[in-house]
Structures are given as structure tokens and as C-alpha cells.
């Protein structure tokens, strides 16, 4: 697959579960890594020619929390509202809480957090 076409899937399941999460563009722009607002424009209008491997590794990281609470809960309401409900795990923070500082490290600590619930 051409790198064009990963980045377009990548940003379109990125800005899905965004939505289903119901988070703000702010937020949005920070748990990418806070890249230039022209480039999250065309991030988000699907127009990018390639994304750098921190992006793309972020957008993975997502996929993987989406998918892990999605396995976790029943419903998927419930596993959209998990990230915004206050968590010990996360110094009482929720998770979007917590990731919003845009570090990629709390990120992973996040999907170790989660594949740890599935053991």
C-alpha cells in the first residue's frame, strides 16, 4: 500500500473514533502531537500526501485503545464513555485527560494499561 493511501485510512479511522468519542478538534490536535493547524486542516479533509512515523504511530496507538475497549465492555457505549470517566490508573484523570498532554509515552501507557485488562 502506498503511503498516501495509509496516511488517508490511518487519518479517516483516526478522526472516526474522534468523533464517536466526541473530542474536541483542541484535543484532537494535541493527541497527534500538535502539528501545524494548515497541516491538521488537511489532516482532517483527508489531504495528505504521507505522515511522518510519530503519526502514525499515534494514530495506531488509538486503534489499538479503541479496538481493546471495544473486546473490554459489552456495549460500545460503554467503551466510549471509559475514556472520559475518571480513572486511579491515570492519577484520577480520564484517559483523554491524561493523553490530551500529547505525549506518545502515555499513549503506550495507556494500550499497556488496556492489553493488561485482556490477560
Not at 28 to 52: C, V, Y
Request: aromatic share 10%.
Amino acid at each position: 500500500m502506498k503511503s498516501e493511501q495509509v496516511a488517508r485510512v490511518a487519518l479517516k479511522t483516526f478522526f472516526n473514533i474522534m468523533s464517536e468519542w466526541n473530542v474536541t478538534e483542541a484535543q484532537q490536535m494535541a493527541l497527534l502531537g500538535s502539528p501545524h493547524p494548515e497541516i491538521f486542516k488537511d489532516w482532517q479533509r483527508n489531504e495528505s500526501a504521507s505522515l511522518s512515523t510519530e503519526t502514525l504511530e499515534r494514530i495506531s496507538c488509538f486503534i489499538i485503545i479503541y479496538k481493546n475497549l471495544g473486546l473490554l465492555f459489552p456495549k460500545r457505549e460503554q467503551a466510549n464513555e471509559w475514556v472520559h470517566k475518571s480513572n486511579k490508573v491515570f492519577g484520577g484523570a480520564s484517559a483523554l485527560s491524561f493523553l490530551s498532554s500529547g505525549c506518545l509515552n502515555q499513549l503506550h501507557e495507556v494500550c499497556v494499561y488496556l492489553n493488561s485488562q485482556l490477560e
